[in-house]
């Protein structure tokens, strides 16, 4: 069973995302994979509604920490909740990168996700000049450590860890085989060192960055690539549909 959950970022409209959860309603209903879609927080009551006694898991792309107060424009855990939201993606590159979010506040929307019983998806990668300048172990062992600070280990098996590298998102060039399935071993060796857990595959990795439906069977089949967190192929469920029902 691999995990294929579809990133629409800020795209579709409320009628194309009607007629998209009609398409992918048959389609999960087919597959034997975990298949999800985090969208838009306002659709997340359309989500509620059409994915409701269907296979199609849902989430938001985003959340605050915080419970309730002042905090213009931001949404809360329990607002998801609301809406059954049952995950959440957290430390998205885009979010790092546009609007400035750190490993601190990473680690904050973490542990009240967990608190609320939303599953994280944790995104770390790193950018283009850093893998160029061998720095990316070092990165991601930061960007895990801090999103992980405090987080006991009996919730680890509530998050999903997403491994993302930045210059491959939205960019057509997704990782190669290779260099995915030994990074995502590497995430997962880091995270096994921490809780002194034995067994790799306790820890859900998937791979993020143009994920296609060309390039899926090859990524997906490796054996520390436990799924994807799939932006532009997931946008059309003629494509995501592919990549879904790709046999390993
Ligand atoms: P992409 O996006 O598949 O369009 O590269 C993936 C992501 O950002 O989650």
């Not at 579709?12 to 959860?21: I, V």
């Not at 405090?150 to 290779?178: D, H, K, M, R």
């Not at 967190?229 to 997931?234: K, T, V």
Request: proline content about 2%; hydrophobic content about 40%; some cysteine.
């Amino acid at each position: 069973m691999k995990y294929l959950i579809g990133n629409h970022k800020m795209n579709l409209s409320e009628a194309e995302l009607k007629s998209y959860f009609k398409s992918l309603k048959k389609i999960a209903k087919n597959s034997s994979n975990f298949v999800g879609v985090c969208v838009p927080y306002v659709y997340l009551p359309l989500a509620n509604k059409m994915c409701k006694n269907t296979k199609i898991h849902y989430g938001a792309q985003n959340m605050f920490y915080e419970k309730n107060g002042a905090f213009t424009g931001e949404i809360s855990a329990d607002m998801l909740k609301d809406f059954n939201t049952e995950m959440v993606i957290i430390g998205h590159s885009e979010r790092r990168n546009i609007f400035k979010e750190t490993d601190e506040l990473v680690n904050k929307k973490v542990l009240s996700a967990l608190a609320n019983n939303l599953k994280p998806i944790i995104c770390v990668g790193e950018t283009k000049d850093e893998r160029e300048n061998k720095q990316t172990n070092k990165v991601l062992k930061t960007q895990i450590k801090k999103a992980l600070a405090n987080v006991e280990a009996q919730s680890l098996n509530q998050i999903i860890f997403a491994y993302e590298p930045v210059w491959a998102i939205g960019t057509g060039v997704s990782a190669t085989v290779e260099v995915a399935e030994k990074t995502i071993k590497f995430i997962k060796e880091i995270i096994a060192k921490m809780y002194d857990l034995q067994d790799l595959n306790k820890i859900i990795v998937l791979y993020g960055g143009s994920l296609n439906e060309k390039n899926g069977f090859e990524l997906l089949s490796q054996s520390h690539i436990d799924g994807g967190l799939i932006g532009g192929a997931s946008l059309k469920t003629e494509k995501f549909e592919k990549i879904i029902n790709i046999k390993i």
